[in-house]
Nanobody, 125 residues
């Protein structure tokens, strides 16, 4: 059974940094593309970043390009999201997600089959 567990969220001042982690179990991690999404209260779940199963392709949402970096450590079954220059509008619950074996990375939430429970990120002004 696929399990995804996010960690690393918290409260940070604007301009600060956080690093989110998502630990995967129940899968051969190196075969799975991974994505990060976020959802603020009253808003749709928004694409943040994605990385292909082999790490060769990454995508970013327009609002985070140049500030966030997605990476993966297949030895630790972990995908990371380094978030720099945080803004109050980055405040949301952040979710990691994955899709089927050797499927390409995607920016569309409906393409993902498994989701974590989320971790709260709050950026104060």
């Amino acid at each position: 059974q696929v399990q995804l567990v996010e960690s690393g969220g918290g409260l940070v001042q604007a301009g600060g940094s956080l690093r989110l982690s998502c630990a995967a179990s129940g899968v051969t991690f190196s075969r799975y593309s991974m994505g990060w999404f976020r959802q603020a209260p009253g808003k749709e779940r928004e694409f943040v970043a994605a990385i292909s199963w082999n790490g060769g392709t990454t995508y970013y949402g327009d609002s985070v390009k140049g500030r966030f970096t997605i990476s993966r450590d297949n030895a630790k079954n972990t995908v990371l999201l380094q978030m720099n220059s945080l803004k109050p509008e980055d405040t949301a619950v952040y979710y990691c997600a994955t899709r089927g074996v050797f499927r390409a990375a995607s920016q569309y939430k409906d393409d993902y089959d498994y989701w974590g429970q989320g971790t709260q990120v709050t950026v104060s002004s």
